[in-house]
Antibody, heavy 123, light 107 residues
């Protein structure tokens, strides 16, 4: 059974870098035909798509975050990571790592979610 | 960016009754729409994709319909476990966007 687990600091200071890792078990990022990505949810608010990638192909980033965002993959560890620079209080959210429904960006529904991790931006 | 608008923001329905949730897209998204259910402290759960295809394990009381810009999620006979927040999501454009959610509350 596929499982995704986010890990990383729960508190980040303003202007610093938010870094999270998603560890995938029960399925291979590099040997399966799915898109993987990140979604966030500010406390008490709705969902915001951050970005996604296909291991051997393309990636897409939310234009509003693109200049600060890096999503990378470590296939040897079956992990992928999120890095968001110059954070502000507006980046405070629960961050979910996710798997999409298929091998194309048009298969954009999310069929698997991590439990989510709350990241608070505060001094 | 395609803006998704859900209505109503809060819907009060009695157990056993039918609930109808709406989602409107700011431009046509053909049938590229998904619905999710979220309970407090948990990640969203996929209910429906492709407007009307139920995800694995989703009860038949959940159904989706619509096309173009207008979509509906119907829960035919509400069970106690169905009271939650529901989100729609479009994936017709590579910049995926979600509605702001409809909270389904017990009447």
């Amino acid at each position: 059974q596929l499982q995704l687990q986010e890990s990383g600091p729960g508190l980040v200071r303003p202007s610093e870098t938010l870094s999270l890792t998603c560890t995938v078990s029960g399925g291979s990022i590099s040997r399966t035909t799915y898109y993987w990505g990140w979604i966030r949810q500010p406390p008490g608010k709705g969902l915001e798509w951050i970005g996604n990638f296909f291991y051997s192909g393309s990636s897409f980033d939310n234009p509003s975050l693109k200049s600060r965002l890096t999503i990378s993959v470590d296939a040897s560890k079956n992990q992928f990571s999120l890095r968001l620079t110059f954070v502000t209080a507006a980046d405070t959210a629960v961050y979910f790592c996710v798997r999409q429904g298929g091998s194309s960006w048009v298969n954009g529904w999310i069929d698997s979610w991590g439990q989510g991790t709350l990241v608070t931006v505060s001094s | 960016e395609i803006v998704m608008t859900q209505s109503p923001a809060i819907l009060y329905v009695s157990p056993g009754e039918r609930a109808t949730l709406s989602c409107r897209a700011s431009q046509t998204i053909t049938s590229d729409l998904a619905w999710y259910q979220q309970k407090p402290g948990l990640p969203p759960r996929l209910l429906i994709h492709g407007t009307s295809t139920r995800a694995s394990g989703v009860p038949a009381r959940f159904s989706g319909s619509g096309s173009g810009t207008e979509f509906t999620l119907t829960i035919s006979s509400l069970q106690s476990e169905d009271f939650a927040v529901y989100y729609c999501q479009q994936y017709n454009d590579w910049m995926y966007t979600f509605g702001q959610g409809t909270k389904l509350e017990i009447k």
